[in-house]
Each structure stands twice: as C-alpha cells, then as structure tokens.
C-alpha cells in the first residue's frame, strides 16, 4: 500500500527528470576533464578471455598472449648488448658557410712539420641585421659637339635624340614607392604568420636596432604586399576547387569592428585537398552556408566534415556535392559519454578502434588508393556493419537526451555518410587532415588577439594559405616569398601558375 506522504510524480516526469541528471552529471565530468584531465582521446579496449595477466606488486596488466614471449624475454635480459649503433652528436649541416679560426701554438713553429690538426664545430647565430639599401644613380651630362652629333644623326634617321642627360635606369622594383624593401617586408610577414608574432613584437624587434616604425605603417606594409599576392590566391582558388576531394572546417577569428574596441566573431574556413596536399584558407563574417557555397558551386566529388549542419544544407542545396562525416567526431561523442554510461561507450570505441587499425595497417605498408580500398572491403566492411546495427539496437535501450543516447544518434545519423570512405580509397576514414593545418591559426590568435579589419582577416586568410602550402611541400616560406614578391609584379597572368609553391623554382 503506498504511503500517502510519498509523492507521486507521472512516469514521463520522473525519466525526464533522470534524463537532466545524467545530463549534468556529463557536464560536470566534461568540465573536470577540461581541467584536470588529459586532452588525448586515448581508448585501451577491455580484456579478453585470451589475455595474459601479470601482476607486478598487486597491480594486475593484461597482456596478449603474442606478447607475453616479448616481455618475459626483455626481463630477462642480463645486460644489454655489447653492439649499438651509436649515431653520436647531431652533426652540423654541410651546406652551411665555415668561418675558419686557426689557433697556432705560442711556441716558434717555423722548424717543425705539421703532423695534422684537431677541428672542433660549433654552431653559431647572429641575429638579424638591419641595413639600408641605397641605390646610387650619377648624372653626366655629354660635352655640346657630342649631343650635336647625336641630334644630326638622329634626325637623319627620322629618330628623336636622346637628351643631354646621361643616367642608369633605375633597377625594376616592386614597390618603387616603399619604404620598406622586399626582405623587410618577408621578414614581417613570416614572422607573424608562420613564427606568431604579433606585429607589435615586430616593432620591437626594429626598436632594438634603434629604428622605430609606428603600428600604422606595419599595417600599411602588410597591406601592400598582400594586394601584389591577391592575383596569385586567385589562381590558387580557381585550382583547388578543380579537385574531386576535398575536407573542410573553420575555426574563429575576431575583427576589431571599430576604434573602440569592439570585436566581431568571424570565421576562417579551412579546406584541404588530401590527395595533392593543396591548403585552402578564406574568411567569413559569419558560419552560414552562403559564402561556402558559393565556392563550392564550381565542385563536384566528395566533401569530408565534422558534423556541423551547415555542411549538411550544402549537402542538399549542391547536387554535384557528395557529403562523407568524420569518424573521430564521431568517436569523440562516444569518448565524451565513458562518464555516462561507459559500458556502451567502450563497446562503440572497441568497434571504432578496429576500423582505425586497419587504417593504421594500409598506412604502415604505404597502399595505394586502389589496394586500401581492397583491404577495407576485406577487413573494414563486417565492423562497420556490426558497429552500424549495435547503434541502432542500443539506441532502443538509452535515455534520447542522455549523452551515450546523443553520441549514437549522432553516429547513426552520419552513419549513411561514412559508408562512403569504404568503397573509396583515396578518402581518408577522418578529417583530421583538415584540422591539422588550422593549428597554427589557434596558434597564431593567441598572440594577436584578432585581425584589425575584415580585410585584414581575409589577408590573414590567403597568408595562411601560402605558408601552409609551402610547409606541405617542403618549401622554405622566406626563400619562397622573397623570390615570388621580387617576381609577380612582372609576371604575366598566364604565368602566375608557376609561382605556386608545388611548381615554383627559384629565380636564377
């Protein structure tokens, strides 16, 4: 009989009710894992009836059996073996200039035959040198019977005499008109977009050497040489659009809006071609759809994401556009939910880590496109499948709103998406690619802070752009920018390909 002081509360209540604790109990876990915790994502699966346990002091260590022989036969090991492959001290590099010291002995050598010599190497610096380019042109002026000669002569062949005056012709600069010549202008540039310095840190540098630059006119310099590389971003653009794959993100960017302080939040989108290693970076306002889909209208093939609906609405308003998610979104969802309900978390990431051993697997004997695909097929499709149909059985079994409910409703709806990776060799299972290359952003706004404009956010967008080009292609970005900002002002529209860092060569 129930007792008439319990209080009685509808069914529905009492499992929305459960579903806000559990709710908050993740929030809670979350945020002491942000804190206190390890950032990695790191899963060790659960013993299996096959395991070997050791037990060191009470503290038990599951084993394979396969490696159970390796460890017993490190441990017993007596001592190590005699002969190691020592490589001994980094050597310096070859290519670098040698200043010879020759230190002879205080004693008169002069009757003595020299035997041989000890070198010793040591790697040295000096900082960076600031001088002062000054072109020096002299004037002469030609004697009166000599320019009388010339005009007879001149007119005789119908030609116009050269004048009086006699001077070299100033050498074809790109910047006539600035103040700062094409090394200073590298200098700043990369300092800021590739070493994460602020401009004002710059300025400092400058200061040091007793040259003071204002903020403004840094600006001004920066401005001024982007608007030499727009021409040459355009070309890029038009390039990396042609492929049939690509993987996308964004990450944010604030823009000081007004002299007062105020920041807009933008955003910069990342786009990365994994087959050609090309990086794509522009810049946008806000997050919607309409700037990435107007990019994204001259592509067709497939198009890899987290699980941002924006890429899903591109994905229906772009018929040419296939839309394959990202199967460590969708592990971190199940890694988040181990505070939850960690059983069920484990069993989805112990699916999960098959599918990525047998990434590992075609990484490590370097497969072609071809030959991955095969072996996914072979090994990949029966997890996937399985993983595929304990999502939808499991999710009979949870609360919607709990977080193991909402790590596999986000996989089962992306789980149409992901098959794509499997039939597919050149798609890689994650967009990890994609994310790796907006680490020098998150990098990078944490030591300026935000951009000064819109403008100067999309300028951010291309710099980042050509530098994380070059770092995929093995390109030093100083040598780089300092050749293509000496060239492009002369260079035709039909050659501007050639500048790119994967077709580049160096000026002789």
Not at 119 to 141: N, S
Not at 236 to 259: C, G, H, P, W
Request: proline residues 6%.
């Amino acid at each position: 009989m129930q007792n008439a002081e319990t209080p009685v509360v509808p069914l529905q209540q009492y499992e929305q009710a459960l579903a806000e604790v559990a709710d908050l109990k993740a929030r809670v876990a979350w945020f002491e894992r942000q804190m206190f915790g390890q950032k990695r994502e790191r899963f060790i699966a659960a013993a299996s009836p096959d395991q070997l346990v050791l037990d060191f002091g009470g503290e038990q260590v599951e084993v394979a059996p396969e490696e159970a022989k390796q460890i017993i036969a490190a441990h017993e090991r007596t001592k190590p073996d005699a002969e190691k492959n020592h490589k001994g001290r980094v050597l310096i590099a070859e290519h670098l200039p040698r200043e010879e010291e020759i230190i002879e002995p205080e004693e008169d050598t002069s009757d003595m035959i020299r035997i041989g010599e000890d070198v010793t190497e040591t790697l040295e610096y000096t900082p960076g040198r600031v001088w002062v380019r000054r072109i020096v042109r002299p004037k002469y002026a030609r004697k009166e019977a000599i320019q009388h000669q010339i005009e007879v002569q001149a007119a005789a062949e119908g030609k116009v005499a050269d004048g009086q005056i006699v001077q070299a012709p100033l050498p074809q600069t790109p910047f006539p008109r600035l103040k700062a010549g094409v090394s200073t202008l590298v200098h700043i540039l990369v300092s800021k977009y590739v070493d994460h310095l602020p401009l004002y840190r710059i300025a400092q540098q400058f200061a040091r050497h007793q040259v003071k630059i204002p903020d403004s006119t840094f600006g001004s310099w920066v401005s001024t040489a982007c608007e030499h590389l727009q021409p040459l971003y355009k070309v890029y653009e038009e390039r990396i659009f042609q492929s049939n794959y690509l993987q996308m993100d964004e990450t944010r960017l604030k823009v000081l809006e007004d002299a007062k302080g105020k920041c807009h939040l933008g955003y910069l989108w990342a786009v990365f071609d994994p087959i050609h290693r090309y990086p794509f970076f522009f810049y946008q306002t806000g997050r919607d759809h309409q700037h990435p889909k107007k990019l994204l209208e001259r592509f067709s093939g497939a198009l890899q994401s987290d699980g941002y609906v924006v890429y899903e609405t591109l994905n229906t308003k772009l018929p040419n556009l296939f839309l394959v998610n990202c199967m460590a979104h969708i592990r971190r969802e199940f890694f988040e939910a181990k505070s939850n309900d960690e059983n069920r978390a484990n069993a989805a990431l112990s699916f999960i880590q098959q599918l990525y051993k047998v990434e590992q697997e075609a990484r490590e004997q370097q497969l072609s496109s071809e030959e991955r695909a095969k072996i996914r097929l072979e090994k990949s499709t029966g997890p996937f499948s399985e993983f595929k149909k304990w999502c939808i059985d499991e999710y009979q079994n949870v609360l919607p709103q709990s977080t193991i409910g909402k790590a596999i409703a986000y996989a089962l709806r992306r789980m149409d998406n992901m098959a794509l990776y499997l039939i597919h060799g050149d798609i890689e299972i994650d967009n990890n690619l994609v994310e790796n290359i907006i680490r020098p952003v998150a990098i990078g706004r944490k030591n300026y802070l935000f951009a000064g404009s819109h403008d100067a956010a999309q300028r951010t967008a291309m710099l980042y752009t050509f530098f994380a080009l070059c770092k995929h292609h093995n390109i030093n970005p100083e040598i780089w920018l300092n050749d293509v900002l000496n060239r492009i002002a002369f260079t035709k529209p039909s050659q501007l390909p050639q500048l790119l860092p994967p077709f580049w060569k160096p000026s002789n």
